[in-house]
């Protein structure tokens, strides 16, 4: 006979917290389609070349301002229209998708790297580390970014690279304030305590024991860089100040069709509608994983 007392039953097997998480992800309506947008914009800069039906940059002067397929004269040789140089409107949208996602992943990577680093140094430390920190933040908060931003690339010259290494350096603030605050609070813990006794090093600690417990509140302040990234650099891109033409860009594909805003108004809509989505899914993302990651905080 075989022995059925409670002691000899099966435990039953408890969802692990990655399983809770998992499970609220994907019951939450904002990370489902906020991520699957973003996982969409993924795929398309990834095979933008396979996607986009012609070359974004060739121009065909003889098939300028061509309408989408949605309005009289248009084909579906090209379905979005073309621009004032005979350029395919879709390829120049697939392709600018690349665009403002290597911005907004760059900017979002550099930023926060210096901004919890700082806010890693300050809140651990303290005293004059915390307030010399301080003050580095205080002085950048006092800086408007896109200003900043403008002025710098106006003097050192418009590029890919120049755009995401200065605004990497301009947006670092929020992350350094959270997380100054968030490891001031966590460094008093019983657990920080033994680690030091056991005899374990400041950057160990900080690697081992506070970034894991500061990591809920760093992903949702990246989401909300990388939605900041993405409009600057539309905006600069806008400017003349950002990706140089014939770059695909977004932000400069609007500057280019303003001039044909009233009769050709698609020219405008369709890249201001690709920013739109774009920002929006970022932010239904971070608003997702702020209410995954504390899930009784918010009603």
Known sequence: MTDTSPDRLPAATEPTPRRLRLRRALRHQGVVLGGGLIILAVLIALFAPLLAPADPIAQNLTGRLLPPVWLDGGSTEHLLGTDHLGRDYLSRLIYGTRVSLIV?????ALSGVIGTTLGFIAGYFGG????????IITTRLTMPSLLIALALIAIIGGSLTTMILVMGLLFWDRYAVVVRTATAQIVQGDFVS?????????????????????????????TLEMAMAVLSE??????????????????????EGRTFLFAKPYLVWIPGIAIFLMVLAINML????????QPDGRR
């Not at 004059?128 to 003050?135: A, G, N, P, S």
């Not at 539309?234 to 500057?255: H, N, R």
């Not at 971070?286 to 990651?293: A, E, H, K, V």
């Open 194 to 222: 033994a680690a030091r006794v056991a005899g374990a090093s400041a950057p160990w600690i900080i690697w081992n024991e506070i970034r894991p417990n500061v990591m809920h509140h760093v992903l949702v302040i990246a």
């Open 104 to 108: 907004g992943l760059s900017v979002m």
């Open 128 to 135: 004059r580390v915390d307030m010399v920190v301080m003050y």
């Open 234 to 255: 539309a905006s600069l891109s806008f400017l003349g100040l950002g990706v140089p033409a014939p770059t695909p860009s977004w932000g400069l594909m609007i500057a």
């Open 286 to 293: 971070g608003d997702g994983l702020r209410d995954i990651s």
